[in-house]
């Protein structure tokens, strides 16, 4: 956590200025009536509240990008791009054809909507002075460092030169959650070298970050407006796009403390909770047309304040849960509970971590830095009580059935290695984890957003893993039952993974596991997990119920 604050700024100006594209889009959500103190994760009962909640997953990714774990920063960037794809499909009249792939379908998607895109609109027709929109020389603030991917697609325009590739950005995310292809080393990076000795390609990952979330901004940016158009609010739509999407806001990112986890000690500390209600206050200030600071913030001050702010309300429903459980609880409240399984958490990762230097860039030493680094997005995510803590155990869950493929069965994992078409299904059966794939199949769930998803039904497994899984409290401790379930199964891993390196090593990692593993009645690493296996494998044929997305969602899929 302190290394965080040393990421090279060359990494954070690509995501600092995507996120300077959110712009007039805050005021857009304030005058089209979203709700001020909507939790960050929820994707709302209306609208103008989910248009909302795409704003604000937004600044979840890029917390997590700016805390290094570029695997977090994917799995909540990916599930937003499912779902701005969708829509821009939707008011495009693309289709998903047969057999045709998530990375085609999403850039016939984009082409088709943002060919007609205002600011590409007035570029063709405009000349002269009253050019709008930058070309890439007005905003070459950063070496353009990408790289052609293996599929490129077509391309959207950003301005007049900037061109962003959807299906390249959906396989480069893929790729990235499933530890595989060239970006592995910034993985690495941040689960074996704790943020230390930057890797050359970590600016490049960042670029291609954040064009996703440019382009998952823009699309928030037209149903804004839309929807501005049809309340009637004829100056609040042009103006959405009267600034440039690619806008130079300095070298700084956000303050360390304000990317710290919601614990305690640390991200919920009085200090730091003070200080975000602070900037909190002032963006409050600013978009009711005041000047807190005596004068105009510029541009980049206010988008640390956009993001502050998103800071500040994660604090206060982080707060407000405590709150409530303290109450439900009574004397039985005990903030240690939060902080053991924190060690557990740190523990686990680190161990993944270790694991992961020693096996270096090889198949087994990626799949122990993705458990590592998605481990610790997860937990940083189920602190705030955000479903997408469980698509990274789902990443968690693939990458350890990858590390126990490799060590059992060789030929077999060279040949999962070796295919693209490889699922987590499949590394789950060739590693002996068959009786997982109920659990695999929630959090499955988890790891998209689209109109097929049945979050529901994928709940309600997660409910009925648990040994109490009848009890009335149950539903309020699912997701936490498998943040532990997964932190226990990647220190069984590791300890298995380095056994065959030191047994000395695998001694100390079985002491520290039996230390801060408390299992349940006491029982052992082995025994929970065995009784884990169990009880999902009674949940084997579990429906997953109706789908949670009605609407245009329904269309898409009786098409399909």
Not at 243 to 260: M, R
Not at 352 to 371: F, K, M, R, Y
Not at 454 to 480: C, M, W, Y
Request: some cysteine; aromatic content about 8%.
């Amino acid at each position: 956590m302190g290394n965080m604050a040393d990421i090279s700024t060359k990494a954070v100006i690509p995501m600092m200025s995507a996120l300077s594209s959110f712009g007039l889009s805050e005021l857009a959500l304030r005058r089209l009536g979203a709700t001020k103190d909507r939790h960050l994760a929820y994707y709302g009962d209306s609208w103008i509240d989910h248009l909302g909640w795409g704003a604000d997953s937004a600044f979840v990714a890029a917390r997590l990008l700016f805390s290094g774990q570029m695997a977090g920063a994917a799995a909540v960037l990916r599930s937003q791009f499912e779902r701005w794809t969708e829509n821009a499909a939707y008011n495009a009249n693309v289709y998903h054809e047969k057999g045709e792939t998530a990375a085609s379908f999403a850039a016939r998607a984009w082409s088709g909507c943002h060919a007609g895109y205002p600011s590409a609109r007035r570029i063709k027709q405009e000349t002269g002075r009253s050019r709008v929109g930058p070309t890439l020389a007005d905003v070459e603030f950063w070496e353009d460092e990408r790289r052609p991917l293996e599929f490129q697609g077509p391309a959207v325009l950003i301005g007049e030169s900037y061109q962003v590739y959807p299906a390249a950005l959906m396989e480069f995310m893929s790729d990235l959650l499933h530890g595989r292809g060239r970006f592995v080393d910034v993985i690495r990076w941040e689960a074996s070298y704790l943020l230390q000795e930057e890797p050359e390609i970590l600016v490049e990952a960042a670029q291609w970050l954040s064009d996703v979330l440019m382009l998952n901004l823009r699309q928030v940016r037209l149903c804004l407006a839309t929807l501005a158009e049809e309340q009637g609010h004829k100056n609040l739509a042009p103006g959405l796009f009267s600034l440039p999407e690619l806008t130079y806001v300095g070298q700084a990112g956000p303050a360390n403390f304000s990317l710290y986890p919601l614990l305690p000690e640390t991200g919920l500390s009085q200090q730091v909770v003070n200080q975000l209600h602070g900037s909190a206050y002032a963006h409050e200030q600013v978009m009711r047309g005041k000047r807190p600071a005596g004068r105009l913030y510029r541009d980049d001050e206010m988008t640390l304040l956009y993001f502050y702010e998103r800071r500040a309300r994660a604090t206060r429903w982080a707060t407000k849960f405590l709150e409530s459980e303290k109450k439900s609880l009574g004397n039985k409240f005990n903030l240690d509970g939060l902080s053991s399984r924190n060690v557990m958490n740190v523990m686990a990762a680190e161990m993944a971590g270790i694991v992961s230097n020693w096996l270096g860039n090889t198949p087994q030493g990626n799949a122990a830095a993705l458990c590592s680094s998605a481990l610790r997005s997860a937990h940083w995510l189920w602190l705030e009580d955000d479903d997408r803590a469980m698509a990274l155990l789902r990443v968690v869950l693939e990458q350890c059935a990858r590390l126990k493929t490799w060590s059992s069965k060789t030929e077999k994992a060279e040949k999962l290695e070796s295919s693209a078409a490889t699922t987590p299904k499949d590394w789950l059966n060739a590693a002996g984890l068959r009786r997982m794939q109920s659990l695999n199949r929630a959090l499955g769930e988890f790891a998209h957003f689209h109109a097929k998803i049945r979050l529901e039904g994928a709940r309600d497994i997660l409910v009925k893993i648990q040994r109490e899984g009848e009890s009335a409290n149950a539903v309020f401790t699912a997701r936490g039952h498998a943040l532990d379930a997964m932190a226990a199964l990647v220190m069984a891993e590791s300890i298995r993974c380095v056994d065959s390196l030191s047994t000395t090593v695998a001694e100390s990692f079985k002491m520290i596991a039996n230390e801060v593993f408390s299992g349940e009645d006491n029982a052992s690493l082995e025994s929970s997990l065995e009784d884990l296996l169990q009880r999902t494998l009674r949940l084997k044929d579990a429906p997953l119920g109706d789908y949670s997305l009605s609407g245009p969602a329904d269309a898409v899929r009786k098409r399909e």
